[in-house]
Each structure stands twice: as C-alpha cells, then as structure tokens.
C-alpha cells in the first residue's frame, strides 16, 4: 500500500502510539454510573480541584468581540497573559533577574514547548541528556518533529551509586551526565542540552542546592556554570492549575535569538485568547491563587497518603523520598516473573478481574523500568480508593496463583 507519506511521517507512522489505547481508557472509565469502568492511575493528571478551576472560567471566561474573534497581537502570547505572566513569575520562581514580559513566550502545554525547544536548539539527531529515570513523555516530544534524540543519563552505573536519592545528588549528577555525555559522543552524538523537570517526574521531588532553598532553575545562581542565555525555562498551567486540557504553557528565556527562533513556528501552537483569557484572570487574582494553593496542597497530601497507606500495608515498596507531584514511583518488581519480553500495551480491554490481571500483567511486562510504576494519586477519592482496590486484588492473583495463571 502506497501512502504517499515523507520519510520523516512513514517512520513516525510506526512508532509505538499511544493514542489508541488513550481512546479506549476513557471511552470506558469508571464513574459512579458505569462502576464497572476502568480507573486510570497512569496518568500525571490532577483532577482534584476541577470543580473550582471550572467554576472560575464558567464565571469570567466569555468570548467577546475585542479580543477572542480576530488574530489580534498574533500567537506569542495575548498582552493580558503576557502581563499576569511576569509577576507570577518574579514571586513563584524567584528569578535572580526580574523576568521581563519579552522573554515570555506561551504555547499549547509544556508538551509543545518542549518540541519547540528541541527545533530551536538541536539539528537533526542531535541529542538531549536528561537524568534517569525520566518522563516517558520526553522522548516522542523532542524526537517526533524535531528530531532530537533524548538520551537517558543512567545513575545505577555510577560509580559510589546508592540509590534513588543519589538523582538529586550534585555529585552524582555530575558524574552521570559526564558519563553520558562520553557515551553518546563516542556513539557519534552531538549532546546540545540538558532536559530536567523539576519537581522530578516520575520521583515526585524537587532538587534542592546545599546553599540556598532551590525554588527554580531562574533564580538557583547557576552564573559559574552556564551562561544564563542558554538556560530556558518551561512552566504549563495543566499540574498546578489543574487543567492539562486547557492546552497552557509557557516558554522563559533571555535569549533574543531563542525566543525569534520559536517565535518564527509559534503561529503553528497558537492558543486561542480566550483560553489564554482563563489562565490571565487567575493570575490576576492573588486572593484566588493563594487559596487555590493551599488547597491543592491539603487535598494533595489527603490523597498522596491514601495512596502510601496502600502501599505500606501490601508492603510494595516506592520512593519515599517524595514532596511534589501527583504520583509515586513504585517497585512491583516482586511481582514480575521470568524474562519473557516485553509485549507494547497498546490496547485495553473490558474489564472483568480475568482479563484486568492479564492487562495488569501486560503493564507489568511493559514498564519503562522494568518493575517500576507511576502510580498517580490526584484522582478523584472514590475512583482512587476502588482502583487501588482492584491493583491489590491483581497482586494478591499473582502472588497466589502464580505469574502463568
Ligand atoms: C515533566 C513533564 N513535562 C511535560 C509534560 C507535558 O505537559 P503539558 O500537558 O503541559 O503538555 C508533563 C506531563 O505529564 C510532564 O510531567
């Protein structure tokens, strides 16, 4: 069959998908009306305030004749996003610099941003270091447009290694990404960056210096070590705001060059005014941002000890070392079973215990890390509590019954 595709789209074409599998999840999800649905904890979503992030834009969010309908100022950034955009900034980043509204750029989530930086800053197969263990996400978002090439900076090969907590150690940062750096440019790579998140996805903590509380990358005084016009900074509505499906993020660099190179696309990741309208009203509103705060704080802690309690009591071990984020890193490893290979989970299935325990196995056989999962706390209580429920019961199968079974 002839599809009269590129060669760039044949070889995306592919590539392992998740989108499929994304379609069937949530055209079968549990709700309290369909309590035979699937719980999806593999996701780093926080659903947890959307009743209040929903009544905010419900409220204040119309499309007018000014602003919403025509091209307006084009697509860097609506003046009013822009303008909320720096002082938020300058108080929840800390910049040792005061963040300038130039140096802003807002694109549709962090995921295009991503990729815009990877077209920016590397040339075809050029490639991106970033710490191990790492957000699945990075590698299709700097390879399949940009054509990046995200090369993992593995800690467990270090020498002195420890354990997970040796990933926010500066030392061993050092070492890994030195180490990986020789890798790939023995293997013919030219290395053009470094990719962190912060706070880690998928260890849940944020990095911290020994001298000063790290707050960000903009204010953590990294002038002996790196031009500033070479450290970009990425920041989208979708965790802390609770609304991956607004499509919000935001690129920060002094850079002139960098931001009139992401500039020259941005007409290709333009987001709507009047959704950039609803991020701007609740920047502009500092009573609704520091109660919006605190409470994502209180019910995040109330979930994330559900979660720990589960863990602790089927005596699953995780990385424990966690105070951000919406997920915890957990160690099944236990239950996996021989060396069989890993089969891709592209697909789900209907639930009915049977086939959830031949899906989880699936899952299990299919991890990043082999053993080592993702689970995402920040769902709603009820679908958390029965989700959690239904994984105690697959392991118990397994423990009991065997892998084969
Ligand atoms: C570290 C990291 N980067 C980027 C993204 C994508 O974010 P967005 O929804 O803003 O595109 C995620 C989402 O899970 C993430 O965890």
Known sequence: MYFGLSQRAAHNSVQVSPWN???SVMANLWATDKPDGLVFLGVAENTLLHQQVAARANKNAAVNTSDHLSYGVGPRASPRLKKALVPFFNSEFRPSEPVLQKELL???GVAAAIDALTWAICNESEGIITPAPFYTGFKPMSALRAGGVLIPAPFKSVEGYRGLDDVFDPDMNRKALEKTLLQ???DGITVRAVLISNPHNPLGRCYATNVTPFVSVLGAG????IDSHLVH????????????????????????GLIAAVSSISVFGWVPYVVQD?????????????????ENRKVLAKHFTILRSFLDQHNIPYY?????GVFVWVDLRRYLHGNSAPEPATSAVNVNHDQEVKLFKRFLRAGVVLGWYRISFAVEEQALNLGLQRLGTCLKSIENDGWEN
């Open 278 to 294: 609803v991020w701007a009203d609740m920047l502009e509103d500092e009573q609704f941002l520091g109660d919006f705060k605190l």
């Open 222 to 225: 990294l002038d002996e070590c």
């Open 106 to 108: 807002v694109l549709p």
């Open 320 to 324: 424990s070392n966690v105070h951000a």
């Open 184 to 186: 790939a440019t023995q």
């Open 233 to 256: 900074v990425m920041h989208g509505m979708g965790k802390d705001f609770c609304a991956t499906g607004l499509r919000l993020g935001v690129l920060h660099s002094t850079n002139e």
């Open 21 to 23: 599998a994304v379609e």
